[in-house]
């Protein structure tokens, strides 16, 4: 079993700053793999992967803004947000995963204010 906790959202107003955590426990071989958000009404998507090798991927409306880091020896995943938007609003969750399997965990939200 693997347990995930994402940490650190709140409300902030536009142009603001957030840094959430992850972090992943449990048995295995666990990898956090990056930051994904979901808005009311709309569907998950991607927001910040890290690869094992440590490059980045960001989803082009957060490019500039967002910066994911990893802490490989605790499972640990960062992601520092700045000059945050009201669109920017969403529950941001984590993915971690080991061999044939998948896990999420409950989310943190973040809310921008304009």
């Known amino acids: 079993q693997v347990h995930v906790v994402e940490s650190g959202g709140g409300l902030v107003q536009a142009g603001g700053s957030l840094r959430l955590s992850c972090a992943a426990s449990g048995s295995g071989s666990i990898t956090v793999r990056g930051w994904y958000r979901q808005a009311p009404g709309k569907q998950r998507e991607m927001v910040a992967v890290?690869?094992?090798?440590?490059?980045?991927n960001y989803a082009d409306s957060v490019k500039d803004r967002f910066t994911v880091s990893r802490e490989s020896a605790r499972n640990t995943l960062y992601l520092q947000m700045n000059n945050l938007k009201p669109e920017d609003t969403a529950v941001y969750y984590c993915?971690?995963?080991?061999?044939?399997?998948?896990?999420w965990g409950q989310g943190t939200q973040v809310t921008v204010s304009s």
């Open positions: 890290i690869t094992s090798g440590g490059f980045t």
């Open positions: 993915r971690v995963t080991k061999p044939g399997y998948e896990y």
